[in-house]
Structures are given as structure tokens and as C-alpha cells.
């Protein structure tokens, strides 16, 4: 008997393997049959087409989450980075209730007087000591020299007038023409008279020429309007005494005087007017 070549022996172990199979087929029920075949199938396309399609499903998902993730951190970025503008809005707003709030608190103590109260509309920077305008004008009663005032104390007096606009010419001009009468507040009953000459820029002070030189001036007494110049009335305060200097060859001595304190950031004035002017 011949013997098998090797490609006759693969031929046959493939044929003994199918009718294997197939004997192995037979002697199973049919629905146990059915339901391997049924399982098969199910797996084969579970990873063929459902797991596939459910992860590309899935990664777009994902993309569009951190997509729109992405654009929350983008506008929370830029809501962060607009903070200290709302806070300096805010604080802006704060700061002119503030002010109105103030300035509604106050009333003239003199009845020969009232007050108009006006905005600050304009203040150049290269004038920014000198003057500001404000929005009230002749038809509102006002005239020129009477004083005006911040929600802290005297700032000014009216230098000219419009219709509806005037121009304050400030205690803190550097023209040396601006003079007050003044009086420093020596305790609740005595004070000791003089007049404001002019403000000394390097300093940051007013200087002020007391007639007295026995009086005890102190640094921090209350320098205010001592009403005999006419045109405004006593005690509006002007600022505090920073130092003294004694005069050698006259009587009197030299007072600075420092302004009030919201001088440089007032945006709302009083223009104190005689009630027969109005």
C-alpha cells in the first residue's frame, strides 16, 4: 500500500474536521444550534459595526463638551479680566452717591444765604489748578465773586459768568490775586483774623497772613471764612494749619495752610448766593 503524500494527509484532516463538525451539529437540538449561531452573529456585529459606530458616536460627543467648555473658559477669562473695571465703576458710582448724600445734608446756617448747587463740567489739565466750569449760570441767579463750595468746604469763588455756565477761579490758583478773609479757629470761643494771600504749589499749602502775632497758632486748628470780605458768609472751612512762621520786620505772622481734603476729586460744588440776589 502506497503511502499518502503530504497533501493528500491536509485534504484529509480538513475533510475529517467538517464531518466532525457536522456529526457534532447533528447530535444537538435545534434550538440550541439556533442560538449559537444567533450568538455569533450578534457579537460579530457588535464589534464590526456597533462598538465602531458607538465610539465615533461617543468621541463627538466629547469633542462638542470640551468644545463648549472651552468657550465657558474663554468668557469666564474675560469676565475676570473686566473686574477691576467694574470695580473702579463701581467704586466711581460709590464715591458720587457719597457726595450727593453729603451735599444733601447740608444746609446754610445764615439765612441771608442759600445754596445752588451745581456739576463740575469741565476741568483742564493744564488749568487743573486754576478753574473748573460748572452748569449753573446767570439764570440761575449766579453772580461773579460769590464763593464756592465742595461738599467738604470753600474752593473758589465765581470769576465770570454765562447764561448757563460759569467759571471758578480756585483758592489753589497760582496767580497770587485770589484773596479771602479768614479766620483761624483758635478754641469754641475765640479766633484770630487774617487774610489768604496765596497758594504755594511746591508746598501744597495756602498762605495765610495773620494780623495777630499773640495768638497761639497750633498745627491742625480749622482755618474757615471769617465772612468780612462780603459777598459770602462766615465759616466755611478752607483747611487746617500745617505750620507757622513768625514775621521779623512787621506784626503778623505767615500761616500755611493746608487744603481740604477732597480738594484734587470734588465733582459737585455750591455756589453760596445772597437770597435778595435771586
Same mark, same amino acid.
Given at each position: ?52 459606530? %458607538? ?8 469633542? +462638542? ?8 473658559? =474663554? ?39 442759600? $445754596? ?18 460748572? =452748569? ?15 461738599? *467738604? ?22 496767580? @497770587?490775586?485770589?484773596? +479771602? ?6 478754641? %469754641?470761643? @475765640? ?36 465772612? @468780612? ?19 521779623? *520786620? ?7 495752610? $493746608? ?20
Amino acid at each position: 500500500m502506497s503511502k499518502l503524500n503530504r497533501f493528500q494527509k491536509i485534504i484529509l484532516g480538513v475533510i475529517a474536521f467538517f464531518v466532525m463538525i457536522g456529526i457534532l451539529l447533528r447530535s444537538m437540538s435545534g434550538s440550541v444550534t439556533s442560538n449559537i449561531g444567533y450568538d455569533v452573529v450578534t457579537m460579530l456585529k457588535y464589534a464590526l459595526i456597533d462598538y465602531p459606530t %458607538e465610539t465615533v458616536k461617543n468621541l463627538f460627543s466629547d469633542f +462638542a463638551n470640551l468644545w463648549s467648555v472651552n468657550e465657558e473658559n =474663554d468668557r469666564l477669562r474675560y469676565e475676570l479680566s473686566k473686574n477691576p473695571s467694574y470695580k473702579a465703576k463701581y467704586v466711581n458710582e460709590k464715591q458720587k452717591n457719597a457726595e450727593l448724600e453729603e451735599a444733601l445734608g447740608i444746609k446754610t446756617s445764615d439765612d441771608t444765604y442759600k $445754596r445752588t448747587w451745581a456739576k463740575v463740567i469741565l476741568r483742564d489739565q493744564a488749568t487743573w489748578n486754576n478753574e473748573i466750569t460748572i =452748569d449753573k449760570g446767570s439764570k440761575e441767579g449766579i453772580k461773579a465773586g460769590m464763593a464756592v463750595e465742595s461738599t *467738604n468746604g470753600m474752593v473758589g469763588k465765581i470769576k465770570s459768568v454765562s447764561a448757563h455756565t460759569s467759571v471758578v477761579k480756585l483758592l489753589t490758583s497760582e496767580d @497770587k490775586l485770589n484773596s +479771602a478773609s479768614i479766620k483761624i479757629l483758635l478754641d %469754641e470761643k @475765640k479766633s484770630s483774623l487774617g487774610v489768604l494771600q496765596s497758594y504755594d504749589v511746591k508746598r501744597g499749602c495756602y498762605i495765610v497772613l495773620l494780623f495777630d502775632d499773640s495768638s497761639e497758632i497750633k498745627k491742625g486748628m480749622q482755618v474757615v471764612t471769617s465772612g @468780612k470780605g462780603g459777598g459770602y458768609p462766615s465759616g466755611l472751612l478752607i483747611g487746617t494749619v500745617d505750620s507757622v512762621q513768625a514775621l521779623s *520786620n512787621q506784626t503778623g505772622q505767615t500761616i500755611y495752610v $493746608r487744603p481740604i481734603d477732597d480738594f484734587q476729586t470734588f465733582s459737585v460744588v455750591s455756589v453760596i448766593v445772597e437770597k435778595g440776589d435771586e
